[in-house]
């Protein structure tokens, strides 16, 4: 009978317990559902969003008065996401200088709920939401929030044109039963550089 030295003894147990790691591993990765191979299909519906776009338009209301930016809107993650990120400049009226601003919202389609799903971020908390198609117009709704959006916050955005998209932003104080625009904005197509 040959006697194994302690090192040679270690080093073959230490190998046992490898292989059957592996194996464990392998049989638990068959097991593991696999993620899908492409983006649901219902985010080719928001490709009409996709591109830079200056942005002008007006307020209505307590705080009337002009907004100007850009907005770039790109698919991320190989299309499983839009990303829209945005920088603006109000212009209201009553206040001396202008109110700068920056936001960024991810988009991404549930398949379990059956509509979009938003995480629209600024300065703040930020806020989640949801994203329906209604014909060719996109539809963000934002549920009230206490202290930010007492009674709910919702934009439409449709394609007016190739080259050009209306968005209508509007609030409601009584839960939604009836909306107020507060907000109507002109996209513009940025043309890619050459």
Known sequence: MTRRRPAARFLMTAAALIAVTLSLQAGRAAEAPMAPAAPPAEMKQLDF??????????????????????????????????LRESTTEIRAQ??????????????????????????????????????TMDKSAFVMSFPPEPGALPGGFRVTVKPDGR???QSTAELSDDGGKTWTTVLELKYTRVPAPK
């Open 49 to 82: 969003l996709v591109g830079t776009w200056k942005v002008s338009g007006t307020f209505s209301g307590e705080m009337a008065g002009e907004l100007s930016g850009q907005v770039t809107v790109r698919p991320i993650g190989g299309g499983f996401f839009l």
């Open 94 to 131: 009553g206040v001396p200088d202008p109110i700068t601003g920056e936001d960024l919202t991810v988009i991404r389609y549930d398949t379990a709920a059956k509509q979009f799903a938003l995480d629209a971020y600024d300065s703040g908390p930020g806020f989640k939401g949801i994203g």
């Open 163 to 165: 080259n050009a998209l």
